[in-house]
């Protein structure tokens, strides 16, 4: 697909193109038109500085001309090619994306022999191997700790890989599954099915109520009742469920920041939040030791 979003682009990158180009030679071509006469006869130009300073008027050195016509020569031939030319993709059918497949398909082959013996180990050993925990951990730093931060704590809206809370499950299928296809979870806005901006209030105080956190316990117990609708998602006992991503309530533990004003925010406007698959971005082996590099976060202390 092309990056262009409009026709005008491609046809403007195509005229700086050939303009540059066409313009070099049309240059060249005039220069070698214009002939000096030196007044005096002695092949200067006739431009005198500091008395005795003169400008000679010799012609350009004939490799240094070739070599300005051997370049725009083959600036033609590049781009045609090569992409260049505005949305031309070029009649070699070289692209970016292609020659980065190429690059990782040689390294991971290159790199087969080293996790051939990772292949076979389960995770829990794998997690605490040396030579995988250092591979593991300079996958997580150029892949991860972008979003989870490079002790993977993380961060507001990213979770923390370090606490035994996990909002899908911290066993090593569970961890594995997240990274190869990747969550995306969504709450939806729930005032409207709440009531009023006052139950919306009521239910924030009665979710702090179940972790502990400081609360307005009149408000807390009106909004008993109305948690019956985060129920669907979050449970009775306001658990969660981590088989539909639905975090634990209880647990004093929040992803996208704690206190009364931070859960009326969430309840109003709702959330949406995206870890993207890995399957196509590592091999099977790195996988399974970016598996166990995580989940030796929480269990081996």
Same mark, same amino acid.
């Given at each position: 697909?092309?990056?262009?979003?409009?026709?005008?682009? %491609?046809?403007?990158?195509?005229?700086?193109?050939? +303009?540059?180009?066409?313009?070099?030679?049309?240059?060249?071509?005039?220069?070698?038109?214009?002939?000096?006469?030196? $007044?005096?006869?002695?092949?200067?130009?006739?431009? !005198?500085?500091?008395?005795?300073?003169?400008?000679?008027?010799?012609?350009?050195?004939?490799?240094?001309?070739?070599?300005?016509?051997?370049?725009?020569?083959?600036?033609?031939?590049?781009?045609?090619?090569?992409?260049?030319?505005?949305?031309?993709?070029?009649?070699?059918?070289?692209?970016?994306?292609?020659?980065?497949?190429?690059?990782?398909?040689?390294?991971?082959? $290159?790199?087969?022999?080293?996790?051939?013996?990772?292949?076979?180990? &389960? !995770?829990?050993?794998?997690?605490?191997?040396?030579?995988?925990?250092?591979?593991?951990?300079?996958?997580?730093?150029?892949?991860?700790?972008?979003?989870?931060?490079?002790?993977?704590?993380?961060?507001?809206?990213?979770?923390?890989?370090?606490?035994?809370?996990?909002?899908?499950?911290?066993? %090593?299928?569970?961890?594995?599954?997240?990274? !190869?296809?990747?969550?995306?979870?969504?709450? %939806? &806005?729930?005032?409207?099915?709440?009531?009023?901006?006052?139950?919306?209030?009521?239910?924030?105080?009665?979710?702090?109520?179940?972790?502990?956190?400081?609360?307005?316990? +009149?408000?807390?117990?009106?909004?008993?009742?109305?948690?019956?609708?985060?129920?669907?998602?979050?449970? $009775?006992?306001?658990? +969660?469920?981590?088989?539909? +991503?639905?975090?634990?309530?209880?647990?004093?533990?929040?992803?996208?920041?704690?206190?009364?004003? $931070?859960?009326?925010?969430?309840?109003?406007?709702?959330?949406?939040?995206?870890?993207?698959?890995?399957?196509?971005?590592?091999? %099977?082996?790195?996988?399974?030791?970016?598996?166990?590099? !995580?989940?030796?976060?929480?269990?081996?202390?």
């Amino acid at each position: 697909m092309s990056d262009f979003t409009s026709s005008f682009w %491609p046809i403007f990158i195509t005229v700086i193109a050939l +303009g540059g180009i066409f313009g070099c030679a049309l240059l060249l071509w005039l220069t070698s038109k214009i002939k000096v006469v030196s $007044a005096s006869g002695d092949n200067t130009s006739g431009h !005198v500085w500091d008395e005795d300073i003169r400008e000679m008027n010799n012609s350009l050195p004939r490799w240094w001309v070739w070599m300005f016509i051997i370049t725009i020569i083959f600036s033609l031939f590049y781009l045609a090619a090569y992409p260049g030319l505005g949305s031309f993709a070029g009649k070699l059918g070289w692209t970016q994306n292609n020659q980065y497949d190429k690059e990782v398909a040689k390294a991971n082959k $290159a790199l087969e022999p080293l996790y051939a013996k990772f292949a076979a180990m &389960p !995770v829990e050993e794998l997690s605490k191997n040396p030579e995988a925990h250092a591979i593991g951990e300079r996958l997580f730093m150029n892949n991860c700790s972008q979003c989870h931060g490079s002790d993977a704590r993380g961060s507001r809206g990213f979770p923390n890989l370090t606490d035994n809370d996990w909002i899908h499950g911290g066993s %090593p299928e569970k961890i594995h599954e997240t990274i !190869v296809a990747g969550r995306n979870a969504m709450m %939806p &806005p729930l005032a409207a099915a709440l009531g009023t901006q006052d139950d919306v209030k009521n239910v924030a105080n009665y979710v702090l109520s179940l972790s502990g956190s400081m609360f307005d316990s +009149g408000r807390a117990g009106l909004g008993k009742e109305k948690f019956a609708v985060c129920a669907a998602c979050h449970g $009775a006992d306001g658990k +969660g469920n981590q088989a539909i +991503g639905a975090p634990n309530l209880t647990d004093n533990v929040w992803l996208h920041g704690a206190g009364e004003a $931070a859960i009326i925010k969430r309840i109003n406007e709702g959330v949406i939040n995206h870890m993207p698959a890995q399957e196509g971005k590592f091999t %099977p082996a790195q996988i399974q030791v970016l598996t166990a590099y !995580v989940w030796g976060f929480s269990n081996n202390k």
